[in-house]
DNA sequence: CGTATCCTTGACTTTCGTCAATACTTGTGG
DNA sequence: CCACAAGTATTGACGAAAGTCAAGGATACG
């Protein structure tokens, strides 16, 4: 099990080149531990945050106690955006996690950089609709591999700080599908599976054409 | 069949208060008919449109041909937010519209109304995305009915002015899962069908209880 | 080295999609 | 006014895909 989430572990090792970036800004990177809440369902909302490493989940539990997960961000991106003056979702470290806040103009007016931000973040959930409204468990999977792998500089081998709930709870499936689709991609030898959380992809063509992303 | 979209229909009648009300207005209102492309997928970016009386779908086409209906926008809503210079998505009249356009400050700020209603649009997307994750298709269906009937305030009598096949490419289903799903909840006495656009909901409880919105 | 968590795989069941037939609605033309 | 045609909606039978339940393997941590 991770360390408990009250408790900053001593050994976290975030990476020298992006603490030493990070003294240079006027805002200081807090440090989380694994599965710790950034903020909670009902909150105040208002503040953004941006990754400088780890991994985020954006969820929100429904009244049968499922979960759905909204959104994943990974270092570099910017999350925290809400429709109300409350938070309706909240936030989770996936893994050791190190975040700044963002500045947002006091005069109730959010800069152009920032409102481009927003209906970014609009479009990507508008987009994840599609791709959960998709009947397929395989093309979903297919689609989430390649934006993650796009995300991440479209490197032939993927990163996933998220454990097989998280994506099944992220595509609306169960993780046995999760864990069964991507048995299935492997023994098509679209992909390897390095350990659980790496995956090498080894068609991106065939991988792509799952995607069929439009 | 509906008139042709070309054929502005002479026989358009919109409620009169409303048309009166748009006189006071410094914009006029344009009539669609019934499935007129409001804008399409690739266009400019930046016009937003508020809807005097009538309903419009938000959607966009999939590579392997399917549709997805993002949204729909009933009489009182505004819509038209973009995360980037084009147009993502495609907006069509459903039945006879009228629509204004909406004032956008030209510094490259919004306003924060405007703001508020493009964020809130964002959280609107994302309790879709809630819809469409969960499993069950009856859940599917309540939580649609519900809201539709929210927006139309609450009454006990819901206007449907989509077609199934509308219903099922916003849920991702199929039109006979739509079918067979309010034929359930009609044989459970939840909710009578005065026609096939007209329903009205028996017993809300049952309903409300269906949808569990959280 | 033992325990807890995460992941994979198999057997079975349920749900939904597909195909097809039929009924209802609406508009058009004789 | 009625008949026909096109679009829309409902219902049934069947098969495929995903969910559920359960067992066992892999991995990380103390």
New interface residues.
């Given amino acids: 099990m991770y360390a408990s989430a009250s408790i900053i572990s001593r050994d976290l090792q975030p990476p020298r080149a992006l603490l030493a970036k990070s003294f240079t800004r006027p805002r200081p990177v807090t440090l989380h531990t694994p599965g710790t809440e950034i903020y909670a369902q009902g909150e105040t909302a208002g503040t953004l945050y941006r990754i400088e490493f780890g991994a985020v989940r954006i969820c929100?539990?429904?009244?049968?106690g499922?979960r759905?997960v909204?959104a994943f961000h990974i270092a570099g991106e910017t999350f925290g955006?809400?429709?109300?003056k409350v938070r309706?979702?909240f936030a989770e470290c996936i893994v050791s996690t190190g975040l700044t806040t963002v500045e947002i103009d006091r005069d109730?007016?959010?800069?152009?950089e920032l409102?481009?931000l927003?209906?970014?973040?609009?479009?990507?959930?508008?987009e994840?609709?599609?791709v959960?409204?998709?009947?397929c468990a395989l093309e979903k999977l297919a689609v989430f591999l390649v934006d993650l792998a796009e995300r991440q500089g479209g490197l032939g081998c993927i990163d996933l700080p998220m454990t097989r709930t998280d994506i099944g709870d992220y595509l609306?499936m169960t993780i046995e599908t999760v864990s069964r689709n991507l048995s299935k991609l492997r023994s098509a030898g679209v992909l390897r599976l390095r350990s659980s959380r790496s995956i090498e992809i080894l068609k991106p063509q065939r991988l792509y054409c799952l995607a069929?992303?439009?």
């Avoid at 927003?118 to 508008?126: C, G, P, S, T, V």
């Avoid at 959960?132 to 009947?135: L, R, S």
């Fill in positions: 929100r539990l429904l009244a049968d499922r759905q909204v955006f809400e429709g109300g309706s979702f109730g007016r959010y800069s152009p409102m481009e927003a209906l970014k973040e609009m479009i990507r959930a508008q994840h609709l599609l959960v409204g998709k009947q609306g069929s992303k439009l």
